[in-house]
């Protein structure tokens, strides 16, 4: 089982805060990720990290900004937060495995901004 | 450009047998990943497939065709528990620097 862990689970917060959601894992990983999904949509990939000091964007333009000081932790910040970031997000690690690279994925935050 | 495409919803009936399927179009394969993910859940690791053919791993199997860009995941003895969606993800070296692009996931309803 792997050991992944977000926090907060839920978070309802107003517009114009600043918050951050976390990420840890255990497994020594170098590469994690962050995802957002709506409701019966697809996990779209916003940013990603090859390890220590490397971040880099994903598919999804995205406001949010992240950071990777330390192996196990993957911060996602957003400065600003607005309605239309009101999603679930989704963080995410593997190891840099060759082509059977797999990602184990953390349970994930439900934020909703008002 | 990268699609996958994968039906919304399938209907089963418990201990029967549902193939998922799934197309996709990429630039750079290089990997074919079936994922579960049950309701506000995280999405869980299910099977694998770089090569064409059949991969089984107890009641699941997943099957690969690099030249059709197909893939079908298959369950058998249906359970109750299989109700979750079944998200396709493709790596994709062409446009995603070998990231994973997922398709918008097949829920899947089983009942008694």
């Known amino acids: 089982e792997a050991d992944i862990y977000q926090t907060p689970r839920y978070l309802v917060i107003g517009t114009g805060k600043k918050i951050t959601l976390e990420c840890s894992q255990t497994?020594?990983?170098?590469?994690m990720y962050w995802y957002q999904q709506d409701p019966g949509m697809e996990l779209h990939l916003i940013h990603y990290?090859?390890?220590?000091?490397?971040?880099e964007k994903g598919d999804l333009s995205s406001e949010s900004t992240v950071s990777r000081i330390r192996t196990e932790h993957f911060p996602l910040t957003l400065e600003s937060a607005r309605p239309s970031h009101t999603s679930q997000y989704l963080c995410?690690?593997?190891?840099?495995?060759?082509?059977?690279?797999?990602?184990?994925f953390g349970p994930g935050t439900r934020l909703l901004v008002l | 450009g990268q699609n996958i495409d994968q039906p919304t919803e399938m209907t089963a009936t418990e201990g029967a047998i549902v193939q998922i399927n799934c197309t996709y179009q990429?630039?750079?394969?290089?990997?074919l990943f079936w994922y579960q993910q049950h309701a506000g859940e995280a999405p869980t690791f299910l099977s694998y497939?770089?090569?064409?053919g059949l991969e089984e791993k107890g009641r699941f199997s997943s099957f690969l065709s690099r030249s059709k860009g197909y893939s079908y995941l298959l369950l058998k003895e249906l359970q109750m528990k299989d109700s979750a969606s079944y998200l396709c993800?493709?790596?994709?070296?062409?446009?995603?620097?070998?990231?994973?692009?997922f398709g918008k996931g097949t829920k899947l309803s089983v009942k008694p």
């Open positions: 995410a690690s593997s190891v840099l495995a060759g082509v059977k690279e797999t990602q184990y």
């Open positions: 497994m020594g990983h170098d590469k």
């Open positions: 990290s090859y390890g220590v000091n490397s971040t």
């Open positions: 990429t630039s750079g394969f290089n990997g």
């Open positions: 497939n770089v090569l064409d």
């Open positions: 993800a493709v790596r994709d070296w062409g446009g995603s620097q070998g990231n994973l692009i």
